[in-house]
């Protein structure tokens, strides 16, 4: 077998723990321990409160809206954000209290009015807490018939319910931007997610990070276990779908388009596109297949079924052939459409790679078939499960 390292054999496999000897004299034997991993020192979610919480810190659109003729915006942040709750009011939903806290500038903004004569740290607790209902009516009255509750602000936090959560909020007015914090019961919680939907749409993350595989396939054909097993290096097989001058792109088995070779490379012929559900050619095989009678159990386990394994020479394999994969990101996947030039490093006329129920299990050339299109087998890994060294 060939040796893929040049590392020297003593150093290129390592422990996955250090165990050398750490004692101080030369007579103590004992090792470096590994400590197990506890799971109390982990921190905790509650089960309960998870797909609430998943539900609530998606990615969200900010909403943006006119405060008294100048542009602001409200966005969500994480739940561990800092805030200043230097100022604190409660809004009384029904029974359900919400206490919302941020820093005095913060509540300064928030209660901005053309009408107003009087910064917010001057007034009195109650009275500024009538006012802030006053200029928050705008936004209080729909939410009140929404909820089909009566909303009331009082002054301070409210005691705190035994379970709660809190949601993080910045508002962003004037090139100013001030942190908020809104504390709330677990049902509470749940009761406002449909309004939090509407008013902070959730966005869902490009992850133009994540690299996926394109395969780049000439072709395919279906054969029984028992076809595949008989093929020798030599061996033609006849491809489907198997054209001259295009290829399939496969992203997943879920997406695919095709493409065309062009003299920089390969030019798709259009975006990614859902594959259609393929017809279950095989699925009255695999009925057979799993009807035929159970092989008695009192037979030796050492001495294999003959009839068994003549079974199983009926099982569906799916031969591909492959011209290459390449990795893209899903933002170049998402850019990909009609013209769009791919890289192909492998000349078509040259070896394919033979994947089979989709590992690499060989290799073949192309070969023409009168006006049709096959592979002749060059090397086939019948037994170990991929294609040897290239």
Known sequence: ????????????????????????????????????LAISALPRVEASRLALHNALHVLRQPLGFDWHGHVASLRLLDQ?????????????????????SGST??????????????????????????????VWLEWLEPLEASLGAGIRLIPGKSAPPESTM???????????????????AIP??????????????????????IISTLRVECGRQTLTLGEFRSLRPGDVVMLDTATDDEVQLNLADHFGCRARFGETGLQATGPLIANRPESHAN???????MSEPPVDKKESPTQPSLEA??????????????????????????????????????QPERAVDLVVNGRRMGRGRLVAIGDAIGVQIVRLALDEGHAGND
């Open 166 to 184: 809190r949601l993080c909020f910045i508002l962003e007015l004037d090139g100013e931007s001030h942190p908020l914090a809104l504390d709330l």
């Open 283 to 289: 699925s009255s095989l695999e009925e057979s297949v």
């Open 309 to 346: 394994d003549a079974v199983m020479d009926n099982l569906p394999v799916q031969l591909t052939c492959e011209l290459g994969r390449l990795e893209l990101s899903l933002g170049e996947l998402r850019k990909l459409g009609e013209g769009s030039v791919l890289p192909l490093e492998r």
């Open 80 to 100: 561990n954000t800092q805030v200043e709750q230097a100022q604190a009011i409660t809004l009384c939903l029904g029974e359900e209290r919400l206490t919302l």
């Open 188 to 209: 509470t919680a749940e009761r406002l997610l449909p309004q939090l939907d509407r008013a902070f749409p959730a966005q869902r993350a490009p992850a133009n990070g």
């Open 1 to 36: 077998m060939t040796n893929l390292s040049s590392a020297p054999p003593e150093t290129r496999f390592q422990p996955l723990f250090d165990t050398t000897d750490t004692a101080d004299s030369p007579g103590d034997t004992t090792a470096a321990r590994v400590t197990p």
């Open 105 to 134: 500038r913060a509540f300064d903004r928030l209660s901005q009015h053309p009408e107003r004569l009087r910064e917010w740290h001057d007034v009195d607790a109650e009275l500024a807490a009538m006012w802030l209902e006053v």
